[in-house]
């Protein structure tokens, strides 16, 4: 204990430490991490239908009373839903009230793209527009929109889209429509449905919808535009890491799961031109050395959530990482490195730099890049903030140099990029200066 404690306070990357297992080795380092407030949540990994790690770690940090983590406890996994979704949208296919291939406008006819189909959407290939940059250009941003108005709100509005399957176009909107298609054609709630005819059938006695949940608990807030946004179908499910093994285990092989829903939704695509979109039905697919891998992660503020298998091995490695997620890609790897026993490195504790306050002045300013589009920088009360267009509201930049920033409860960390003269060429991700955007007004 005394090594590894030393060895987390220095940094150091080392061999795998010599031990009896790697579940102990992995269970220690993992406290050590506890310790620091650098990790809370849960892990499984298993094998040939063996789970051989399943821990929790910290505690809840937005529940009266802080309880410590659980087995049983629950956490938003965002996008990791997706794949229930598509899978709910698939049974109803196995029910014989719709084909995937359908048009959407089958189901949902006051939307204003009658050539995409329900298998665009499961694929991310139909072209459509992000909605919520409609909703807030045209939307009163201070009452609770769901599925329904912002389908009104687009048949009215009609932005403009591209063609299905031209390319893959990783779009919520597209889960959201999913989500409404399945209370047009089942006639329940999307949460009903997912819960009688999925979660209960599997054994998810952990995993719900919780959309119900969260507009109930905006009742005694106000609404503005940082919350107005209220879907369902994209990424609204609460799970754990044991229901999520439960249902990686029956997507790998439990008759309950379609045979032929296993071929198409961890396939990938074949667009119009050929090319091909490594995206299934709310799936991610990868091929490392010829290992095939279907994955999705699940991002939101301050929580990772991740599940990947690979099928062909019978191998399961689930992630969920709430309230510190700046540290979560480091925290991953150090989990996925000792249980394939390789080389790791643990994280160290962020820092807040002491920077001098006047650089702020040369920072603020609007930048702009193709790949992120254009950037507002503030200053207000010796802190530093980013807005992007069109998102209301700000994120503090917390300093850890002179030109570099990360945002508190993210893995994501920024550069202002300056020229020989110590002038302000841009801003970006760190380290990645052709991607920057440049200054362009003061």
């Given at each position: 204990?005394?090594m590894?404690?030393?060895?987390?306070?220095?940094?150091l990357?080392?061999?795998?430490?010599?031990?009896?297992?790697?579940?102990?080795?992995?269970d220690?380092v993992?406290?050590?991490?506890?310790?620091?407030?650098?990790?809370?949540?849960?892990?499984?990994l298993?094998?040939?239908?063996?789970?051989?790690?399943?821990?929790?770690?910290?505690?809840?940090?937005?529940?009266?009373?802080n309880?410590?983590?659980?087995?049983?406890?629950?956490?938003?996994?965002?996008?990791?839903?997706?794949?229930?979704?598509?899978?709910?949208?698939?049974?109803?296919?196995?029910?014989?009230?719709?084909?995937?291939?359908?048009?959407?406008?089958?189901?949902?006819?006051?939307?204003?793209?009658?050539?995409?189909?329900?298998r665009?959407?499961?694929?991310?290939?139909?072209?459509?527009?992000?909605?919520?940059?409609?909703?807030?250009?045209?939307?009163?941003?201070?009452?609770?929109?769901?599925?329904?108005?912002?389908?009104?709100?687009?048949?009215?509005?009609?932005?403009?889209?591209?063609?299905?399957?031209?390319?893959?176009?990783?779009?919520?909107?597209?889960?959201?429509?999913?989500?409404?298609i399945?209370?047009?054609?089942?006639?329940?709630?999307?949460?009903?449905?997912?819960?009688?005819?999925?979660?209960?059938?599997?054994?998810?006695?952990?995993?719900y919808?919780?959309?119900?949940?969260?507009?109930?608990?905006?009742?005694?807030?106000?609404?503005?535009?940082?919350?107005?946004?209220?879907?369902?179908?994209?990424?609204?499910?609460?799970?754990?890491?044991?229901?999520?093994?439960?249902?990686?285990?029956?997507?790998?092989?439990?008759?309950?799961?379609?045979?032929?829903?296993?071929?198409?939704?961890?396939?990938?695509?074949?667009?119009?031109?050929?090319?091909?979109?490594?995206?299934?039905?709310?799936?991610?697919?990868?091929?490392?050395?010829?290992?095939?891998?279907?994955?999705h992660?699940?991002?939101?503020?301050?929580?990772r959530?991740?599940?990947?298998?690979?099928?062909?091995?019978?191998?399961?490695?689930?992630?969920?990482?709430?309230?510190?997620?700046?540290?979560?890609?480091?925290?991953?790897?150090?989990?996925?490195?000792?249980?394939?026993?390789?080389?790791?490195?643990?994280?160290?504790?962020?820092?807040?730099?002491?920077?001098?306050?006047?650089v702020?002045?040369?920072?603020?300013?609007?930048?702009?890049?193709?790949?992120?589009?254009?950037?507002?920088?503030?200053?207000?009360?010796?802190?530093?903030?980013?807005?992007?267009?069109?998102?209301?509201?700000?994120?503090?930049?917390?300093?850890?140099?002179?030109?570099?920033f990360?945002?508190?409860?993210?893995?994501?960390?920024?550069?202002?990029?300056?020229?020989?003269?110590?002038?302000?060429?841009?801003?970006?991700?760190?380290?990645?200066?052709?991607?920057?955007?440049?200054?362009?007004?003061d």
């Amino acid at each position: 204990m005394r090594m590894l404690f030393l060895m987390l306070l220095f940094g150091l990357s080392f061999q795998a430490l010599q031990s009896q297992n790697w579940q102990k080795e992995l269970d220690s380092v993992l406290r050590i991490l506890e310790d620091k407030e650098i990790f809370h949540g849960q892990i499984l990994l298993a094998e040939k239908a063996e789970v051989l790690f399943n821990e929790t770690y910290g505690k809840h940090a937005d529940l009266p009373g802080n309880p410590v983590i659980a087995d049983t406890s629950t956490f938003k996994v965002f996008s990791v839903g997706k794949s229930m979704t598509a899978l709910g949208i698939y049974l109803l296919q196995e029910q014989g009230k719709l084909q995937i291939d359908d048009r959407v406008t089958e189901y949902l006819p006051n939307l204003p793209y009658t050539e995409v189909t329900i298998r665009d959407l499961l694929t991310m290939t139909s072209g459509l527009p992000r909605f919520m940059v409609t909703a807030l250009s045209n939307a009163d941003t201070t009452r609770i929109l769901d599925n329904q108005q912002i389908l009104d709100l687009i048949g009215l509005q009609k932005p403009a889209a591209g063609k299905p399957n031209e390319e893959f176009y990783y779009n919520n909107s597209n889960y959201l429509l999913l989500g409404s298609i399945i209370e047009s054609v089942s006639g329940r709630k999307y949460a009903d449905f997912m819960k009688n005819e999925l979660f209960q059938p599997l054994g998810m006695d952990h995993t719900y919808d919780g959309w119900q949940k969260e507009i109930d608990d905006l009742k005694d807030r106000d609404i503005n535009a940082d919350n107005f946004y209220q879907t369902y179908g994209a990424g609204s499910i609460y799970s754990n890491a044991k229901d999520l093994y439960i249902y990686a285990r029956a997507l790998i092989s439990s008759n309950l799961i379609p045979e032929s829903y296993r071929e198409q939704a961890f396939e990938p695509v074949i667009l119009n031109n050929e090319e091909t979109s490594n995206y299934g039905f709310g799936w991610k697919i990868a091929e490392q050395e010829g290992k095939k891998e279907i994955y999705h992660v699940g991002d939101g503020t301050g929580m990772r959530a991740s599940l990947q298998i690979w099928p062909e091995e019978d191998r399961i490695l689930i992630y969920i990482h709430p309230y510190s997620n700046e540290y979560h890609e480091a925290v991953y790897w150090v989990v996925r490195n000792i249980w394939e026993g390789k080389k790791y490195k643990l994280p160290k504790k962020r820092i807040v730099y002491d920077i001098d306050l006047e650089v702020y002045e040369k920072y603020t300013g609007v930048y702009e890049s193709t790949n992120f589009g254009k950037v507002h920088i503030s200053s207000e009360d010796g802190k530093l903030f980013l807005r992007p267009d069109p998102i209301p509201g700000k994120e503090e930049l917390i300093p850890s140099s002179d030109t570099t920033f990360y945002f508190a409860d993210q893995n994501v960390e920024w550069q202002f990029y300056l020229n020989e003269n110590g002038s302000v060429k841009g801003f970006g991700l760190l380290g990645n200066p052709d991607m920057m955007g440049i200054k362009v007004k003061d």
